[in-house]
């Protein structure tokens, strides 16, 4: 099959890898019918993160139809996500926080490729006349929405009534500024350092957008904050923009420098929540929330084939991307 392995930092090359082979009973054979490129990939692209050692195949954002087993032929979404099934987290409802969760694309072969083992117990269907490529925004919805659930437990007041702020207009921010429109929230604010996504966000009306380094908003204004960039800075801001009581949602993995302002956030009673992915019940959320069109008509997906997948990781890289996320199909799927 053809695949787009990454072969070392900022190095993606797409070439012939063998077919992959379902190795356990519960594992099928999927053809990849589009996979959408995250920020993670990137982080990885960037040698930044040691848990994707190349070569590897990366891509977890996957939807495609099964090749093998009792379902052959079912179109489905992956839950890339894999965890035990036994032990008292993932008994609890809680299988993200499996101590022994593993990732597609992380450490075993991603979804940017023809072909993809998955585990039949991690796939959801699609629903008929579902588009590829919206199925394919599944799973980054899935961390958005379980973000935005962990939130509502905490703040003092319903999601349609808080002033909410988003930083970082990449997929999670927009996904998660939809999402809170969706909810009915009119108040959300959308940041951005770069030129070209306050643009699309602009163009789109992912809320009300504005650039950090020149017109933040007020301070202590914001009774929910949610950072999906994950930096220094970013908590900074943070901390500064959260009103006393509010609560602060961290999804951004970007960098470990300091900048969360504990003093306030003890002071002013604010609640600060690690995110880190979700449930298949949050998948399942995700996928239906994008398929009754809580999200909008999603026009601003870009398309491109697997065979250019080098052009997108780099396109990324400068920032030259307009788009929040780009979707990559298999160049035999790809018109
Ligand atoms: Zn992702
Ligand atoms: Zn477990």
Known sequence: MKALVYTGTEEVIYRDEPDPIPATGDDVLLSVDACGLCG?????????????????????????????????????????????????????????????????????????????????????????????????????????????????????????????????????????????????????????????????????????????????PQSNSFDLVIDAVGSGKTREASSRLVRPGGVICHIGLQDDVAGLDTRKLTLQEVTFIGNYCYTMADMVAARDAIHNGSLGNLEWLEHRSMADGASAFADVHNGVAAAPKIVLFPATNFS
Do not use: W
Not at 107 to 115: I, Q, S
Not at 140 to 166: F, G, K, Q
């Open 40 to 216: 993670s990939d990137m982080h990885a692209y960037h040698g930044l993160d040691a848990r994707r050692v190349p070569p590897l195949i990366l891509g977890h954002e996957v939807t495609g139809v099964i090749q093998s087993g009792a379902r052959q032929g079912q179109r489905v979404i992956v839950n890339p996500l894999l965890s035990c099934g036994k032990c008292s987290d993932c008994i609890s409802g809680r299988s993200h926080l499996c101590a022994s969760r593993e990732l597609i694309g992380m450490r075993l072969a991603g979804a940017f490729a023809d072909y993809v083992v998955v585990p039949e117990s991690s796939l959801l269907t699609v629903p008929e006349g579902m588009d590829i490529a919206h199925a394919s925004l599944t799973e980054p919805t899935a961390v958005c929405l379980h973000s935005i659930a962990t939130a509502e437990r905490v703040l003092h007041r319903p999601v349609s009534e808080a002033r909410a702020l988003v930083i970082g207009a990449g997929a999670i921010g927009v996904l998660t500024a939809l999402l809170l429109q969706g909810k009915g929230c009119t108040d959300v604010y959308i940041g951005d350092t770069g030129e070209l996504r306050r643009k699309t966000a602009e163009k789109h009306g992912f809320g009300h957008v504005y650039d950090p380094l020149s017109n933040e």
